[in-house]
């Protein structure tokens, strides 16, 4: 008899401590499924970051992109104006360094004109002083005739 109380007991014993395992058992499969899905909850919301994230990107390397693209026609458009510009003062330039010579050479033409007149105005003072020298002494010899002809008329 004391031998079936310690078998039951025994027995008694080893069902609790399947019971436990059962439960331990029970438990790790919870826990397992729960790390599973976890794991797959885990990996789903790193997807949906990662999309999150690039969707982000995209949408800030297309602003960057974009701005850049506007940057380029704005520094193109100044550009052009810029080089319009250039052709305008050079043009301009061109104009002016023309007139410039034009006048440069209607210059010396009128120098030179200036100059004839000069030379022109000198010869016709030299001849009328040639001729203003030549009455004086025309008219001094004129006065001396007069002079010697009243000396001796009178």
Request: net charge negative.
């Amino acid at each position: 008899r004391e031998e079936l109380i310690s078998l039951r007991s025994e027995v008694t014993e080893y069902e609790l401590e399947f019971k436990t395992l059962k439960n331990q058992d029970i438990t790790i499969k919870k826990l397992n499924t729960k790390i599973e899905d976890l794991v797959e909850n885990q990996e789903e919301e790193l997807q949906r970051d990662l999309q999150t994230a690039q969707e982000h990107l995209a949408q800030t390397e297309g602003r960057r992109a974009t701005e850049a693209l506007e940057r380029e026609a704005t520094l193109e458009r100044k550009l052009a104006s810029l080089e319009l510009e250039l052709r305008a003062e050079r043009a301009g330039r061109e104009a002016t360094q023309n007139h410039l010579l034009q006048a440069d050479e209607g210059l010396g033409e009128c120098e030179a004109a200036w100059e004839a007149q000069r030379q022109i105005l000198v010869d016709d003072a030299d001849r009328l002083r040639e001729s203003v020298f030549d009455l004086k002494r025309e008219r001094d010899g004129l006065n001396l005739r007069v002079s010697a002809l009243t000396d001796d008329g009178g």
